[in-house]
């Protein structure tokens, strides 16, 4: 991956203070805006969790990102709508690529009650700005994308259950003491998490009027498994902006985990291949 224009004369300079940007102005190729920082946080966590770098694309009617982790077994899917913004300005598609690491570092510099500010002027840099009484100005340099596209799979998923994510975490947890596998099986009524070792086996059942059963849509009888640190590595990341996680999944096919960023459409969608070993 080569950093596109200039190169910054030392490493230290990838993350700049700046005196003066004049972000939100009309020269602006993109200007968004959002309240806080827990969204922006969000999104870096999740991908974090599969790449190394992140080519996110912006249009008229809002940003998104797609990324396949190296392995192919799971996929990040970003839907961030214009009208999702505080303010959003973009007027011709625009994409941008950096490093994770870079975006991670720069988020984590936030505070969640902050408002981001991030535009480019110019081909090579983002800027972005935090403020709430503390103002800071960043400015970070692009790279050159050498990720290949990642095709959104074509799913028909029998089953669909909403939960919080404080239960799931804690069937994952619970379930990894004797498997670094889970498996989920869906009936009408019942929600079921189990795995097993040499060292033992572990079950879990919900019913469908539980508490942490927000909702229970089950169109056919499903049964999957899925490894347990890329569900909870995830749940953890995106889910940080969430309370709840719907999960969509049919036997033997990939589960497709859903997380709201916002109340107006923004949201997380992450997709994971099912383990071979599933019965």
């Not at 396949?68 to 709508?81: C, N, Q, R």
Request: net charge negative.
């Amino acid at each position: 991956m080569k950093p596109v224009g200039k190169q910054p004369e030392t490493n230290q300079t990838l993350l700049t203070n700046l005196p003066s940007l004049h972000l939100g102005e009309s020269n602006s190729v993109l200007f968004l805006k959002t309240a806080s920082s827990v969204e922006w946080k969000a999104v870096a966590s999740a991908i974090k969790t599969l790449v190394e770098e992140a080519t996110f694309e912006a249009g008229t009617e809002g940003l998104s990102f797609r990324a396949m982790d190296p392995s192919h077994v799971a996929l990040v899917d970003l839907h961030w709508p214009s009208a999702s913004f505080m303010k959003y300005e973009c007027e011709k598609p625009y994409k941008f690529t950096l490093r994770v690491e870079d975006l991670v570092k720069l988020i984590g510099r936030s505070e969640s009650k902050d408002s981001v500010e991030i535009s480019s002027t110019e081909e090579d840099t983002i800027s972005v700005k935090f403020m709430n009484g503390y103002k800071r100005e960043f400015d970070i340099h692009l790279i050159e994308s050498s990720a290949g596209p990642a095709p959104l799979p074509k799913l028909e998923l029998d089953t669909k259950v909403t939960l919080t994510k404080s239960i799931f975490e804690k069937i994952l947890s619970d379930i990894s003491v004797v498997s670094d596998q889970v498996t989920i099986q869906a009936t009408g009524e019942k929600l079921s998490f189990s795995g097993k070792s040499d060292i033992g086996k572990a079950g879990i059942e919900l019913q469908k009027n539980d508490a942490d059963v927000l909702e229970m849509k089950v169109g056919a009888e499903s049964k999957a498994t899925y490894s347990i640190d890329y569900l909870a590595n995830i749940i953890r990341s995106a889910g940080s902006a969430s309370d709840t996680v719907v999960c969509n999944f049919s036997t033997k096919k990939p589960i497709l985990l859903q997380f709201a960023l916002n109340d107006l459409g923004a949201r997380i969608d992450f997709f994971l291949a099912p383990r071979v070993s599933s019965e």
